[in-house]
């Protein structure tokens, strides 16, 4: 009987992309495994307090959610202990989170609603109500 030729794997180089030849008009080479660092994410975001609402941006874990604010944490990097909607608890950098209404979607009346309750308390229509006030 022949014996088998041996197959082997493709080596862990050979998808790797050519090195650079160091002329200038070259692109300059990013590893794609390093990772990313906010340098803006120690300065933190003003105006949270514990209670309040905000919203979960990035793209981590729960990210658009709605949250309460339990605790925060200062540091090199400012934190704050969320609580979602949900029930699930996270720790989230400050420079991640933005301060929503407290009275939550339902709360917010849609943009004409106000001045059509005004005038028909006054009685008046809007435009006129306008002219009436510029005499």
Do not use: C, F, W
């Not at 650079?20 to 906010?38: E, N, Q």
């Not at 704050?80 to 909607?85: D, K, Y």
């Not at 996270?90 to 009275?103: F, K, N, Y």
Request: hydrophobic share 40%; aromatic share 2%; proline share 10%.
């Amino acid at each position: 009987m022949r014996k088998r030729k041996t197959t082997y794997p493709p080596a862990k180089t050979a998808n790797r992309p050519p090195p650079a030849s160091g002329l200038p008009t070259d692109a300059p080479y990013v590893r794609p495994t390093v990772a990313t660092i906010d340098l803006t994410a120690g300065k933190g975001r003003s105006g949270l307090a514990v209670g309040g609402r905000v919203r979960i941006a990035g793209s981590g874990l729960y990210a658009g959610e709605i949250a309460v604010i339990e605790k925060l944490v200062s540091g090199v990097i400012p934190q704050a202990v969320v609580r979602t909607e949900a029930g699930k608890t996270r720790q989230v950098r400050t420079i991640d989170l933005e301060p929503v209404a407290s009275g939550g979607p339902s709360a917010a009346a849609p943009a004409g609603a106000k001045p059509a309750a005004a005038s028909a308390a006054t009685g008046v229509a809007p435009s006129t109500a306008q002219a009436g006030s510029a005499d």
